[in-house]
């Protein structure tokens, strides 16, 4: 059974930095694009960022220059570090993982979510 399991949520001022981790299981990711996506409330699942299985990042506007994603394929982990939090990345963030090298756009596996609450 295929299991993506974040951690590293929490509660953090503006200006703070986070790290979330997603912790991959029953399945290597090693050549597949994995991602993170995030959700706040009231509103849609939005895509934030996504790695491919040669190593190309891509980002959400909102989010350039600040998060940076990384995977560890030795430990089937994926990372997302996020630097000078904002309010406005509050929300539960969701890692993802599809059966493409580079595309997210079928998402087959996604994690139980970790809040993100970043306060003024």
């Known amino acids: 059974q295929v299991q993506l399991v974040e951690s590293g949520g929490g509660l953090v001022q503006a200006g703070g930095s986070l790290r979330l981790s997603c912790a991959a299981s029953?399945?290597?990711?090693?050549?597949?694009?994995m991602g993170w996506f995030r959700q706040a409330p009231g509103k849609e699942r939005e895509f934030v960022a996504r790695?491919?299985?040669?190593?190309?990042?891509f980002y959400t506007d909102s989010v350039k220059g600040r998060f940076t994603i990384s995977k560890d394929n030795a430990k089937n982990t994926l990372y997302l570090q996020m630097n000078s939090l904002k309010p406005e990345d509050t929300a539960v963030y969701y890692c993802?993982?599809?059966?493409?090298?580079?595309?997210?756009?079928?998402?087959?596996?996604w994690g139980q979510g970790t809040l993100v609450t970043v306060s003024e």
């Open positions: 790695l491919t299985w040669i190593g190309a990042t």
């Open positions: 993802a993982a599809s059966r493409s090298p580079v595309s997210l756009q079928k998402v087959e596996y």
């Open positions: 029953g399945r290597t990711f090693s050549s597949d694009a």
